[in-house]
């Protein structure tokens, strides 16, 4: 029940002054997209991670598959969570596409990023972890999420870092993956 008040209130105080939903479509969309892109730029271009980065865009690249398409649509075959818009009237940004709120695919997909990119270079892992956080906070206050779909969002990209590294760490060294 708190969780309905909470995404009211908000929903009422982005729509109170016009800028405001502009902003958070910005966040929504735009600032993760930008900021992964900025931190991606700082590890191809940062002295110490340019030699080894090559060998660490496998492990990158499979924790956002496992993080978006096997954990995140896994979860949703099962549990089939509508969207905040669909059960309270509330005003929303712009309709997504999927039809299933939990978890957040956005955050599932760029908290892994963020998560993979710590162990390379911490300051691009934290760049992305942090727009991540505002994505989904911007994703709840424009009616998309619930705040625990963002929460448990993640715990997935976590899990689908974790689950790469580890499925890719019994491969023998210098396998192509």
């Given amino acids: 029940m708190r969780n309905v008040a909470y995404l009211a209130k908000s929903n009422e105080w982005l729509w ?8 958070v479509r910005f966040a929504t969309n735009w600032l993760i997209v930008l900021v992964s892109i900025a931190a991606l730029a700082l590890v191809f271009t940062d002295p110490v991670t340019r030699g080894f980065f090559w060998e660490e865009l496998t492990d ?19 549990w089939k969570r ?8 509330i005003q929303v940004l712009f309709l997504p596409k999927g039809r299933h709120a939990f978890p957040s695919g956005h955050v599932a997909f760029f908290s892994a990023l963020g998560f ?11 760049m992305v972890l942090g727009a991540t956080v ?10 998309m999420h619930w705040a625990s779909d963002v929460v448990a ?12 590294i580890e499925i890719l760490s019994y491969l023998p060294p210098g396998t192509p993956a």
């Fill in 16 to 23: 109170a002054v016009p800028w405001r939903a502009g902003v």
């Fill in 116 to 126: 993979a990119l710590l162990p390379i270079l911490p300051l691009a892992g934290w």
């Fill in 134 to 143: 505002l994505n989904g906070a911007a994703r709840v206050v424009g009616g």
């Fill in 82 to 89: 509508q969207r905040p818009f669909t059960v309270l009237p």
């Fill in 153 to 164: 969002a993640f715990v997935v990209g976590y899990l689908g870092y974790y689950l790469a």
């Fill in 60 to 78: 990158i690249i499979f924790a956002l598959v496992m993080a978006r398409l096997v954990l995140t649509e896994g979860i949703r075959m099962f």
